[in-house]
């Protein structure tokens, strides 16, 4: 146990150090002369403030052109209301919103509605956005000259949740943020990022077209995984940027929350996984083989008190991370009643992505219950009857 707990330690100081690293790097030159952006930004009602969203991205600084594409479920007339209120107030912003129907289910999917948008937008480059997504405002300006290097296909950034108004919000806000930056940061250290982070990227427009776009998608839940998978299979490079964006998230119930930490492990286990070559399995692997330990340290310290002191110093070691770089990059405040909660997380967490790597494979996605299958490079989907 001794040497799993230095294990821990040792792997948290790796991270630090591929952090210091990765934001010092150089950023590349701006460009003589800044693409057109079409933000392209599926916009479903939710319990977030879409309003205070959506303003924030007509607030963005950028030195090209910028076209807004907001696009709602025809049957949501209270976002489709927010969006004409926000259009007829900002006459000098090109924003045009597109209303469509259902192409699955009750509303329309996030995949149908990008098409939607991709099928009016013809700018240089191509921006993809969700609803509760707050790009910082010079985000656009920050990100698009690592799009403009050399082989790049793709490029997006890194998660900050930020969202703190009750206890599943609080830990899944803690959980996203003692980890991610971490963990995308130590796998693009080690290997080609092999996936996109699909709450936002952006692809050049002509790169786009050449792969396919999301062309032969349908029936898929995977569209961000998939399209990393076409930028490699044409020799280009999907890009981890330094942005950092803000992710509002919310989760009404412990239950909720359950769901979504089960979906993000298993959809990559049946989806992703499959597809990755050894070298790139081999990362995944290395890169996440030191989370179980400090719960295994938990147990095996219940009756041998003298390996306490080294759990303390693993569950220290992670807390320290976490507020470092929550204060030197992130930039958020974190409630003080919230810090205890990257502890409670650091128990209980590697337990919940477990549950979703070794469980079956369903999930329950827009209030249904799914069965996920992985077919010889193609994904599809077969419905259960929703238990819930």
């Not at 799993?4 to 792997?11: F, Q, T, V």
């Not at 029936?219 to 280009?236: F, N, P, T």
Request: with cysteine; charged share 20%; hydrophobic share 45%.
């Amino acid at each position: 146990m001794r040497l799993l707990a230095l294990w821990y330690l040792l792997d948290r100081c790796w991270r630090w150090l591929v952090l210091r690293r990765f934001f010092a790097k150089p950023k590349p030159a701006a460009p003589d002369d800044w693409p057109s952006i079409d933000l392209i930004q599926p916009l479903t009602h939710g319990v977030f403030d879409l309003a205070t969203t959506l303003e924030q991205r007509l607030k963005l600084r950028y030195s090209g052109q910028l076209n807004h594409y907001w696009v709602v479920d025809r049957a949501d007339q209270a976002t489709f209301a927010v969006c004409s209120a926000l259009q007829k107030n900002n006459p000098n912003h090109a924003i045009t919103i597109l209303q469509i129907e259902p192409d699955w289910g009750r509303l329309a999917s996030k995949l149908g509605k990008m098409r939607a948008a991709l099928a009016q937008a013809k700018a240089d480059v191509v921006w993809f956005v969700d609803d509760d997504i707050t790009l910082p405002p010079d985000g656009l300006r920050q990100a698009i000259p690592y799009l403009l290097q050399p082989q790049v296909g793709a490029i997006f950034g890194l998660a900050c949740y930020t969202n703190w108004q009750n206890l599943p919000s609080a830990l899944m806000s803690n959980f996203v943020n003692a980890n991610a930056l971490p963990s995308y940061v130590g796998v693009a250290a080690l290997t080609e990022p092999y996936t996109i982070t699909g709450h936002q990227f952006a692809l050049q427009r002509s790169v786009f077209e050449q792969i396919g776009g999301f062309e032969a998608m349908d029936g898929r839940i995977d569209d961000d995984h998939e399209l990393a998978r076409r930028v490699q299979a044409h020799g280009l490079r999907n890009l981890q940027t330094p942005l950092i964006y803000s992710v509002d998230n919310y989760f009404a119930n412990l239950k909720a929350y359950g769901l979504q930490m089960e979906r993000w492990f298993t959809i990559p286990r049946v989806l992703m996984l499959p597809e990755l070559n050894q070298r790139d399995r081999l990362v995944t692997g290395l890169t996440s083989a030191a989370q179980p330990i400090p719960p295994l340290l938990a147990i095996a310290s219940l009756p041998k008190a003298k390996l306490r002191p080294w759990l303390m110093a693993c569950l220290a070691a992670q807390l320290s991370l976490h507020a470092w770089q929550m204060r030197r990059y992130c930039q958020q405040a974190t409630p003080w009643w919230a810090w205890p909660l990257s502890i409670l997380g650091t128990l209980l967490d590697p337990l919940l992505m477990l549950w979703g790597l070794l469980g079956d494979d369903t999930i329950v996605w827009r209030g249904e219950r799914m069965r996920l299958r992985h077919l010889a490079a193609a994904q599809w989907l077969s419905k259960e009857q929703n238990d819930d």
